[in-house]
């Protein structure tokens, strides 16, 4: 069982801002991560080495600096208000627990994934997903790619495919022009953000970025299992584009399953926080993502006002930068909002539940999330409707209830260890 | 004002069954849910049908409800998962195993088909088990549903013939008259109360909550073929006092494992007990050692509806309240899947005058009155 | 630092860079990674750990999340058998 005064819960942009802040004052920080290395998503760790040893390069190198322990591959399965943490290692299945004074919950976000005719095909991915794999060491070059959805990723999503060579057929962002002006034009106030346009314009130059466009059906090759098509519409015509990818996603929604084990109060979906980031549990902080999509800028500021909070510094510098990167958030919340026909996209039989396999026709017609849930075993499945439930939420108006743990899956073993000192389970040849 | 000929408060398993019953027989029936049907223990439960022998009441009753799910099982939908994969009672030493003989009389007395098996053959049916237990008894006519599409079937089928479900709780249900939370009355000759482990509507209910655990693995097809009961389960479930742990594992047909249980009294908290459940899985891994390295996806707990005699109450209410609408199909405790058709079918019998098929009086609410009856187990 | 590093996918060696992840290989090789409840392949979707899509059994170990894992020397990797038809 390990002590840290301040236990920093995920080592993207905003848990590094963080934990570096809290460290560099004085505070005994322990960085807990579920991925192979700290990043997040935006900053992941890539096979190729990054080229521009910029903002990322830099947050991770004060990071080591600051004495801050970075603890990767801890999945957290089970947390109490009281000041415990207990997290599965995945490669070596030990679980260790942690008791903190204070907790920073820099827990990101994950894509938003609306189901559609042919979504479950091998070929269509999350953009992200296809990026976060593509630095995994998956190459596309020479592959046709579709990109759609809606957000800022998909232009990034684009960019870094483009770099590893690959043909983006076309980018397709579901608002339409009319309600993504006002965003663009704020953007067009910021240097650094014009800077990054002209970036992903260079790259992208001749990929055509369709605005008011959308994907109706991922069309599969005639085994039926991969993919060779995406239909398209713009509202008015469809048409298909042969590809061989299609990835997609519809912005983020925030990772608020720790936040609600606990008993944060959320507002919406995101945790509330104050201006200081804390939640309504006195010793319980909340930067970045979780709080309100906002971006990088939003999840450095935050997380750093959070680490000098808990670290005892004052952070009212801060509050302005903050509050300017939250408009941000609500600028592109308001820039991304989802058009009505997406509503309409699933057939009877497109499949909502991708865990258990429960078609749209099966959900349609129950009474709400639990009834869902009993009667078709939507959200069931090993996800715990991670990816299900924003989709239901957005066809249904259906909120999934109840956060319990474990928060992911964790060998049996793992259930067994409360205050004690920590096994390894072997998890190599079995006899299952 | 709505009237019917029979309102069934709560559309759990049970309520559910009564509710098709009622229907089938051409009433107008009415079930009231406060909250999701099949929500509470039928949502939270192992769906075991399975013919429990700790009393010559409780046998007769769960060999009967389960020959009316043997009955049913070709029109059950798919989602129902029911599946006829039998029950062991595992042994773990002589003196169980002589236990398992005896059981094995008790059973064949009855006619429900039950087969001794050898240490050898316990280990060829169920590989995953440990070496050096005794031996069991095998019960293949025993098998699992997924509850709460089974409650949602039996309470579909109702619908078909007409039945009314209102989504409301029930702020009173009397005198024939039952009045819901937004003030709608529904009026009848009777009322079923079928309310699981709430006992508000009627406090002088002799039910206790009997609080369980349970736990949920990714899919292992293959590991497990039958149920297995560890044959502590029966002293497990005897207890009236203090927390205990079985051995209670079962096979979905995703592939899925099912594992319990636990039994504690007086506790009203929905929160998992960390310190209960590790003693209940110590406990599964004594006889299943391989379970550890298991990927588990959910634990949760339940409330079982508990009577201290063990038994039932199915009847008319007479003898806990004087009012002549109130019925009861309550307090089924760990057998309320395997008993719901029985008992729909028994209370049905008890409101037309007809005669049922099993003795019905061991079940009869009436019998709380008498003192004596509680001590016979 | 070696120059590759080599993984049994369903029994055939496959290499890959170091540094690549088990579902990335998956994709390299073109082989979806499960077969879904009711018999559809499926490859991964999210790439973070979130979906369960791009489980596998990775040296006899079933359920594993190959997005999370590094492909190591002499590791196996086994996806649900499907025949696609070729």
């Known amino acids: ?432 | 004002m709505q009237r019917f000929d029979v309102v069934i408060v709560g559309a759990g398993i049970v309520g559910s069954a009564v509710a098709r019953e009622c229907a089938l027989t051409g009433w107008r029936v009415a079930v009231i849910e406060g909250a999701t049907p099949g929500g509470g223990a039928t949502g939270a439960g192992m769906g075991h049908l399975v013919v429990m022998d700790d009393s010559p009441a409780q046998l007769a009753l769960t060999a009967y409800s389960r020959s009316l799910w043997q009955q049913q099982s070709p029109g059950l939908p798919k989602s129902v998962e029911y599946e006829c994969c039998g029950t062991i009672w595992v042994a773990a030493d002589d003196e169980e195993m002589a236990d398992v003989h005896s059981r094995q009389r008790i059973y064949d007395n009855a006619g429900v088909p039950a087969q001794v098996l050898t240490a050898a053959e316990l280990a060829q049916q169920e590989p995953n088990l440990r070496t050096g237990l005794a031996g069991g008894l095998l019960v293949p006519g025993d098998g699992v549903v997924y509850p709460p599409a089974a409650a949602g079937f039996y309470l579909a089928q109702a619908q078909a013939q007409g039945a009314v479900v209102f989504l409301a709780r029930a702020a009173s249900a009397a005198h024939g008259e039952v009045v819901l939370s937004d003030g709608t009355r529904l009026i009848a000759d009777r009322i079923v109360l079928a309310v699981g482990a709430e006992c508000d509507l009627l406090p002088s209910l002799p039910i206790q909550k009997r609080k369980g655990h349970l736990v949920i693995t990714e899919r292992y097809p293959g590991f497990l073929r039958h149920q297995l009961v560890e044959l502590g389960y029966l002293k497990s479930a005897h207890k009236v006092t203090d927390d205990s742990v079985a051995f209670n594992i079962q096979p979905r047909q995703t592939g899925q494992l099912l594992l319990g249980s636990s039994r504690q009294y007086g506790n009203e908290d929905r929160e998992i007990d960390a310190d209960l459940l590790r003693q209940m899985i110590e406990r599964a891994k004594e006889y299943m050692p391989g379970l550890e390295r298991l990927s588990v996806l959910r634990a949760w707990t339940g409330f079982r509806a508990a009577t201290a005699d063990k038994l039932p109450l199915i009847g008319p209410a007479t003898g806990l309240s004087d009012d002549p609408s109130l019925w009861l199909a309550a307090g089924f405790e760990g057998l309320g899947i395997t008993n719901a058709p029985g008992a729909a079918r028994l209370l049905m019998d008890a409101m037309l005058g007809r005669e049922s098929a099993i003795d019905a009086e061991p079940y009869l609410p009436v019998r709380m009155l008498e003192p004596a009856r509680l001590s016979h187990a | 630092m070696p120059e590759y590093v080599s993984v049994s996918i369903n029994g055939v060696p496959n290499r890959v860079a170091p540094g690549t992840t088990v579902a990335a290989a998956l994709l390299l090789a073109a082989q979806p990674n499960r077969i879904s409840v009711t018999g559809q392949p499926r490859s991964p979707l999210c790439g973070m750990g979130i979906c369960f899509e791009c489980c596998a059994v990775v040296n006899g170990v079933p359920h594993r999340r190959t997005c999370q894992i590094l492909c190591e020397p002499n590791m196996t990797v086994e996806t649900d058998p499907m025949e696609f038809g070729k």
């Open chain 1, 1 to 432: 069982m390990t002590r840290a005064e301040v236990l920093v819960i995920g080592a993207g942009p905003a848990g590094i801002a963080a934990a570096t802040a809290a460290a560099t004052n004085g505070s005994e920080v322990i960085v807990l991560d579920d991925n192979l290395a700290p990043g997040g998503q935006i900053w992941r760790e890539s096979i190729a080495p990054a080229s521009d040893g910029g903002p990322r390069q830099r947050a991770l190198d004060a990071l080591r600096r600051s004495g801050a322990q970075v603890l990767p591959g801890r999945s957290v399965f089970s947390a109490e208000a009281s000041g415990v943490v207990q997290t599965l290692e995945e490669t070596t299945s030990r679980v260790e627990e942690f008791r903190f004074d204070k907790l920073i919950l820099a827990t990101g976000a994950r894509e938003r994934f609306l189901p559609f005719p042919g979504w479950t095909l091998p070929g269509v991915l999350g953009a992200g997903g296809l990026q976060a794999l593509v630095r995994g060491g998956y190459s596309v070059a020479g592959k046709r790619i579709v990109v759609a959805g809606t957000g800022p990723l998909l232009l990034a999503v684009a960019a870094h495919l483009a770099a590893d060579r690959a043909t983006i057929a076309t980018v397709l962002e579901q608002a339409s022009l009319q309600q993504l002006t006002p965003f663009v034009l704020s953007l067009l106030r910021d240097p650094a953000k014009l800077m990054q346009g002209a970036s992903y314009r260079r790259k992208l130059w001749r990929t055509p970025y369709r605005t008011g466009c959308w994907v109706v059906e991922a069309v599969a090759a005639g085994n039926g299992h991969s993919l060779t098509a995406a239909r398209i519409t713009d509202g008015s015509t469809t048409w298909t584009e042969p590809c061989d990818l299609l990835a997609f996603g519809y912005h983020l929604v925030p990772n608020t399953q720790i936040a609600e084990l606990l008993g944060c109060t959320l507002r919406g979906s995101f945790v509330e926080v104050d201006a200081s980031q804390r939640t309504s549990l006195a010793n319980v902080f909340c930067a970045g993502e979780p709080t309100g999509i906002a971006g990088l800028e939003a999840a450095l500021v935050q997380g750093e006002i959070a680490g000098l909070v808990c670290a005892g510094r004052p952070a009212t510098a801060l509050h302005k930068r903050a509050a300017a990167a939250r408009a941000l958030g609500l600028r592109m919340e308001k820039a991304f909002a989802l058009r009505n026909e997406l509503r309409s996209l699933p057939h009877a039989d497109t499949l909502v539940c991708r865990c258990e396999d429960v078609p749209f026709g099966d959900l349609e017609f129950r009474t709400g999330w639990t009834d869902a849930k009993l009667q078709t075993r939507c959200g069931m499945g090993p996800c715990q409707g991670r990816v299900c439930g924003p989709a239901v939420e957005h066809l249904l108006g259906w909120r999934p209830v109840s956060v319990r743990q474990p928060l992911s899956p964790v060998p049996l073993e793992a259930l067994c260890m409360h205050g004690e000192t920590t096994e390894v389970i072997h998890r190599d040849q079995g006899s299952i």
